[in-house]
């Protein structure tokens, strides 16, 4: 239970090196192991404010876990199967790939972290733990927090990186040039194709819900936190296939070492759902992406024919 104190959760940095005489190297460690327990109360104390009153530890071929990689950088992998309680099923469209919520941050951990999304979770409850978030530092811009909009049963899910000025000032992920892009893209696309779906009909939402000052990319560690919000929101609408619009959604989703050029328009999987990578509507707005348009176009087509065919 998250109640319990926190002291007595074991971090994985092992024991504090108080009987090292080294000064320098004592203290290095201790402070080490001062940064994992803080990390880990912080983290546990997060969880709690998403209304997670209990975790457990998952078995290894299931669980959510960090890897410190040789670079040095933390590679936090969260990777529970869910397709049982998803329904989402693989298809010969859709090769297998490793599900997971992933983020870069700097630092290292052995940090097993709990699965996140509470059983009958719901995108009501999700905004009602939301609250007026101040979780991270992109709570100190914005007007509005741009949770999602859309049609909790849908079948897709689009999911792109922050809100811009339009979207902060209205409260709706993509309503400006981008978004009226998207828009366009989705209803005369499934128009022409003879799918009879709308921009209503998916659901739109964002890596992070709180415009990033100056529209800069979102940072890692917002990213793994607000993240957060993502997995519940997906993981509570359960969709046949998910979209992501850009790099910053497919890091978030993917943790491909890969650029986008090289992701965009194949099969990928995350947490067992159809995962497909296609370009951001704002790098489609600029005149000399005529060939970026027409694979991210081709990208939609074969999402929405997988979808709704
Ligand atoms: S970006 Fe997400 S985590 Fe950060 S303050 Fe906004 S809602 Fe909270």
Same mark, same amino acid.
């Given at each position: ?11 994985? !940095? ?15 460690? @201790?402070?080490?192991? =001062?940064?994992? #327990? ?11 404010? +998403? ?15 960090? @890897? ?11 990777? %529970?199967?869910? @397709? !049982? ?7 010969? /469209? ?7 919520? #992933? ?24 905004? /009602? ?8 530092? +992109?709570?100190?811009?914005? *007007? ?28 709706? %992920? ?42 800069? =990319?979102?940072? %890692?560690? @917002?990213? /793994? ?27 978030? +989703?993917?943790?491909? *070492? ?7 328009? /194949?099969?990928?999987? $995350? ?9 951001? %509507?704002?790098? +489609? ?11 991210? $176009? ?12």
């Amino acid at each position: 239970m998250l109640g319990a104190p926190l002291e007595s959760v074991e971090t994985g !940095s092992g024991t504090p090196a108080t009987g090292i005489t080294s000064t320098g190297y004592a203290s290095t460690v @201790e402070t080490e192991a =001062t940064m994992m #327990a803080q990390q880990l109360r912080a983290r546990l104390e997060f969880y709690r404010d +998403l209304g997670i009153d209990t975790i457990y530890r998952k078995p290894a071929n299931v669980s959510t876990r960090v @890897e410190a990689p040789a670079s040095g950088e933390l590679s936090i992998t969260a990777s %529970p199967s869910h @397709e !049982s309680r998803s329904g989402v099923h693989s298809t010969s /469209e859709a090769p297998a790939a490793t599900p997971r919520l #992933a983020v870069q941050a700097a630092g290292k951990s052995d940090i097993v972290l709990p699965a996140i999304a509470p059983e009958d979770d719901t995108l009501l409850k999700i905004r /009602e733990d939301m609250g007026d978030c101040r979780r991270c530092r +992109l709570c100190e811009a914005r *007007k509005t927090i741009v949770f999602g909009v859309g049609n909790e049963g849908a079948k897709l899910v689009f999911v792109g990186e922050g809100p811009g000025a339009d979207e902060d000032a209205q409260g709706i %992920p993509f309503v400006g040039r981008a978004g009226q892009l998207l828009t366009q893209m989705i209803d005369n696309t499934a128009a022409k194709e003879g799918i009879p779906i709308r921009r209503d009909d998916v659901y739109i939402c964002n890596v992070v819900k709180c415009r990033p000052p100056e529209n800069r =990319t979102p940072q %890692p560690d @917002e990213m /793994e936190i607000c993240g957060q919000f993502l997995y519940r929101q997906l993981m509570a609408i359960k969709p046949k296939a998910i979209c992501a619009l850009g790099a910053t959604a497919m890091k978030a +989703l993917l943790n491909s *070492k890969l650029g986008i050029t090289k992701m965009r328009g /194949e099969w990928q999987k $995350w947490n067992g759902i159809p995962l497909m990578i296609t370009y951001h %509507p704002s790098y +489609l707005l600029r005149q000399y992406n005529q060939e970026a348009k027409r694979h991210a $176009w081709e990208d939609l087509k074969k999402v929405l024919h997988y979808v709704y065919d």
